[in-house]
């Protein structure tokens, strides 16, 4: 299953652009409330260097792409409809969200840095509106449903631990249909200090305080400071910075990033996702308009913040937020390849902490059964089934029926 990444925040923010930007999609843009009314789901990319060239090979890669060195893993992106407040009562379109929500892996929380939204997500005049605010209303929203779903089944839940006694197990039956594991209940309890709480104690600032906590761990958020490009968001990204310290903000221009993938598309300019540069193929071709545009991202964005923000964030979601690594499973160690002869044809991405025996789990159950060890094949290194595989790292797995 490929990783899921929810866009989140208020309408007119900036969402639908950013996700036309990362997948070329072509979906409704406008400036009314609830333009997204359902959720649109499709594929992005994250991107790493890619190993072939530390082997020497040309590689065939077949659940992902490589181009000048670079793998391309397919991700689901999923632009869900816009937020207002008191949406966990149900409220706009507040159930149809937090329903599609609960499936992401992750969120990237889009916020309008330039100010040009109020409190309600409608246009306002740039600079009035306050994105600091706008983040909160949101993450309030969100922790306010995990808290719902607390309160709403105590009873449930108290059965469910008379059961079993065990509150743990029982937390995470409640939570299991949002995509929350024991270990993220685990750790919450932990971080709140409710350990040793029985949850029919809890008073609503305990509840309050473990469901945030559990949100936060379950779906962990990358805010994205987007119209990075207009005048006045830089002043407000620094105030995003300052007061989400513990947070990653990325500056981001998403009608940037798709000016320059759409005059790529067109061979216009040559141009990689979260590139820190462009070179203008057909200068004949591009209009005093589009020269202008160019320039401009050149000088004011690239010059500015490097990038456009938009591959870059998505890259810092995947492999820094979720803490993924990138594996490259191959059948014939002598040639790097799979039993078709394509050399590093597959890219698995694995949670940080990962073993060799989850590798064999999540390429096919069957696998795990008299599997031995592997072969490190970057290091010529035979490494044992609990052995944490590291990112890039390229295995053989050795099980009884090869040996």
């Known amino acids: ?39 649109s789901t499709s594929t992005g990319y994250a991107i790493t260097l890619c190993v072939h060239p530390e082997f020497n090979v040309n590689d065939n890669p077949n659940n992902s792409k490589c181009k000048d060195g670079w793998r391309y893993i397919p991700i689901e992106l999923i632009d869900l409809p816009g937020l207002i407040k008191d949406a966990w009562k149900g409220k706009g379109l507040g159930n149809q969200f937090l329903s599609i929500a609960s499936q992401s892996d992750a969120l990237l929380h889009i916020v309008d840095a330039s100010g040009s939204i109020d409190s309600s997500g409608r246009i306002t005049e740039t600079g009035t509106g306050d994105p600091v605010s706008d983040f909160a209303d949101i993450e309030e929203e969100l922790n306010m449903w995990y808290q719902k779903i ?55 600032k305990d509840s309050k305080k473990f469901a945030s906590e559990l949100r936060k761990i379950s779906k962990p958020t990358l805010i994205v400071a987007n119209k990075i490009d207009v005048k006045g968001a830089a002043k407000n990204f620094q105030r995003l910075r300052e007061r989400y310290n513990d947070m990653i903000v990325v500056p981001a221009s998403a009608d940037s ?28 071709d591009i209009n005093q308009k589009q020269k202008d545009a160019l320039d401009f991202i050149k000088s004011d964005i690239m010059g500015e913040y490097m990038r456009t923000g938009v591959q870059f964030a998505i890259n810092i979601t995947v492999f820094k937020l979720l803490k993924m690594n990138s594996i490259y499973p191959v059948a014939t160690p002598e040639k790097l390849s799979d039993k ?46 609990n052995y944490q595989l590291r990112d890039r790292d390229v295995i053989s797995l050795v099980s009884a029926s090869k040996k």
């Open 340 to 385: 078709n002869g394509r050399v590093l044809p597959d890219l698995i991405l694995l949670k940080d902490g990962s073993t060799v025996f989850d590798l064999a789990k999540e390429i096919h159950s069957d696998l795990t059964k008299g599997l031995l060890y592997a072969k490190d094949l970057r290091y010529n290194l035979r490494v044992p089934t």
């Open 257 to 284: 990033e798709l000016s320059l993938r759409r005059a790529e598309q067109k061979e216009l300019i040559k141009y990689s996702p979260g590139s820190e540069q462009f070179d203008i193929l057909k200068a004949d």
């Open 150 to 204: 607390l309160e709403g089944n105590r009873d449930k839940l108290q059965k469910m631990i008379n059961a079993d006694n065990d509150q743990t197990d029982a937390l995470t039956e409640l939570y299991q249909g949002l995509g929350v594991k024991k270990s993220h209940v685990k750790e919450a309890l932990k971080i709140t200090k409710l350990e040793e709480k029985d949850i029919e104690n809890y008073d609503i």
């Open 1 to 39: 299953m490929p990783i899921k990444i929810g866009l989140i925040g208020k309408t007119n923010t900036g969402k639908t652009t950013f996700f036309n930007s990362s997948t070329l999609s072509s979906d409704e843009i406008s400036t009314y409330p609830f333009t997204t009314k359902k959720s």
